[in-house]
Nanobody, 121 residues
Framework: QVHVVESGGDLVQPGGSLRLSCAAS????????AGWYRQAPGKQRELVAK???????NYVDSVKDRFTISRDNAKNTVYLQMNRLRADDTAVYYC???????????????WGQGTQVTVSS
């Protein structure tokens, strides 16, 4: 009923930039909180950034002043702009959205399939 598709992951050199996109489609009435997580090999999944329906944001300390999360409510899309990338940013990045669906009163959680970001020279 709700589909989430991520895109934008790539191989980049240290200091480079990428923009990840997370597009939701289907029975989406409202996206409440949305977040980007990442998981590096052998590491636990980590919350990187989140954004509320009102546009307030939070970031993990390691990406502050480098990453920016944003959203386009008309397109049901969430973005993560990543600048000054470092080797330790290498991970699979996952989008998570909390969605109110048409015909439902509850809020449901959905995850994207993940997109690989590799930072290496």
């Amino acid at each position: 009923q709700v589909h989430v598709v991520e895109s934008g992951g790539d191989l980049v050199q240290p200091g480079g930039s990428l923009r990840l996109s997370c597009a939701a489609s289907g029975s989406v009435r409202t996206i409440y909180v949305a977040g980007w997580y990442r998981q590096a090999p052998g590491k636990q999944r980590e919350l990187v950034a989140k954004i509320t329906s009102g546009g307030s944001t939070n970031y993990v300390d390691s990406v502050k002043d480098r990453f920016t999360i944003s959203r386009d409510n008309a397109k049901n899309t969430v973005y993560l702009q990543m600048n000054r990338l470092r080797a330790d940013d290498t991970a699979v990045y996952y989008c998570r959205i909390d969605v109110a669906r048409f015909g439902e009163v509850d809020v449901f959680n959905y995850w994207g399939q993940g997109t690989q970001v590799t930072v290496s020279s």
